[in-house]
């Protein structure tokens, strides 16, 4: 099916999409939702080549394991959309685009029980048009547990495939709250069920924020379908290097350069791959052919400026766009993040930083132990929710300093 082609974005201030693009200080955003979670090595060297000739070369991977593609022109987003639609990275109009928000487990094989479960999840969100009326932030993720679980994210309905049964959680005020698990052949019926009956509520929000009355209305809508829950462990989300078969390889900030992502491709062939997978944690996976073949791919993405360790300073450090980037920012947030990152090991900082432009705190996806928040040049300074005054941006350094004391 043909996408129906947008109009000029103009909107700011939701997620963006790649029929409904936001407005940014460098130009359009365009937000492209891979299927299941994952971009054959054709779709991603396609995207790459997008990005440098209709865009400004920059592509961010986001924190719903999305990328976007920087820098747009309104004259070009027809094209952009076209060139989507024939690699099959766009939906049928906006509505339905802003409701796949699926998350899945980066490490689980082409033709497993999650990725056909995913599947099988954006085939319902397609086709039921009730389902357009649902929060344009809420969110699916399906998972298998293992090394890069995704089971410390959140999501407004959970599925964990564990011990051939699916395991089925919904958000709530205090996290996942886990009712029961079904077969898999049983899975995407409970979810439409919970949608509808989410739906059902008044007004619409998130679900963690549905009154404990509406909440209890869709556990009781579900129970009677689910059977005790089988035993699983939650594990630690990303892994960077050699993972189970495949390697983790970051980019700093989320931050991966057009001609960066055309090399990595190229580099993930060689490997032996024929995808890279999408995660929530700004890391890319890929499936290589032997341990070697993903040896030599880590120490080519390296050489790339990709980080594949995960004792690297800079995955500490959260910071947004910034300027020039980012018309709200009025500091260079990635270049003096870099600079901060540079500065942790020696200084024994060994917490958490985020780095914001402004108060709208976009990249912040937890609490940090530091916060620094740009404004006219400077950035004020918090640590464990306490303010401790404000330094230039020109001299990091004093921001560690000043938060090593009390």
């Not at 619409?204 to 869709?218: F, G, S, V, Y």
């Amino acid at each position: 099916m043909t996408a129906a082609i947008a109009t000029k974005g103009q909107v700011k201030g939701w997620c963006p999409g790649a029929l409904r693009p936001m407005q940014s200080g460098d130009g359009l955003i365009a937000r492209v939702r891979p299927r299941v979670g994952m971009l054959s090595l054709d779709q991603a060297r396609a995207l790459a080549g997008l990005a440098e000739r209709l865009g400004n070369g920059h592509i961010d991977l986001t924190r719903r394991a999305n990328l976007q593609i920087r820098g747009l022109l309104d004259e070009d987003l027809a094209k952009l959309q076209a060139e989507l639609d024939r690699l099959g990275l766009i939906d049928a109009d906006a509505e339905v685009e802003a409701i796949r928000n699926i998350m899945v487990a980066p490490l689980s094989a082409m033709g497993s029980t999650v990725r056909r479960i995913a599947a099988d999840l954006e085939r319902a969100l397609m086709g039921d048009r009730r389902l357009v009326k649902l929060p344009t932030k809420f969110g699916l993720l399906v998972d298998e547990g293992g090394p890069a679980s995704l089971a410390n994210e959140r999501a407004d309905i959970c599925l964990r495939v564990v011990e051939g049964q699916v395991a089925v959680g919904l958000d709530s005020r205090d996290g996942t709250y886990w009712l029961g698990a079904c077969p898999p052949s049983t899975a995407i019926e409970i979810v439409v069920r919970a949608l509808h009956t989410f739906l059902d509520s008044d007004p619409h929000r998130r679900l963690r924020d549905l009154p404990i009355e509406d909440q209890h209305k869709i556990h009781s809508a579900l129970l009677p379908s689910l059977s005790a829950l089988p035993p699983f462990e939650k594990t630690d989300g990303r892994a960077l290097g050699m993972v189970q078969g495949a390697v983790g390889i970051a980019a700093p900030f989320g931050r991966l350069e057009a001609a960066c992502l055309g090399r990595l491709t190229d580099l993930a062939a060689d490997a032996g791959a024929t995808e890279l997978r999408l995660s929530p944690w700004r890391t890319l996976y890929v499936a290589v052919r032997d341990e070697a073949a993903g040896r030599s791919l880590l120490e080519s993405a390296q050489a790339l400026g990709l980080i594949i360790q995960a004792d690297d300073p800079m995955l500490r450090i959260e910071a947004c766009p910034g300027a020039p980037d980012c018309e709200s920012s009025s500091v260079d947030t990635r270049g003096d993040a870099r600079r901060l990152a540079s500065l942790v090991a020696a200084r024994g900082f060994a917490g958490s930083i985020h780095v914001s432009g402004c108060a709208k705190g976009c990249a912040k996806s937890a609490p940090s132990d530091l916060l620094l928040v740009g404004s006219a040049g400077r950035y004020s300074l918090t640590r464990g929710g306490e303010t401790r005054g404000t330094v230039e941006a020109r001299d990091l350094a004093a921001a560690l300093a000043e938060t090593s004391h009390g």
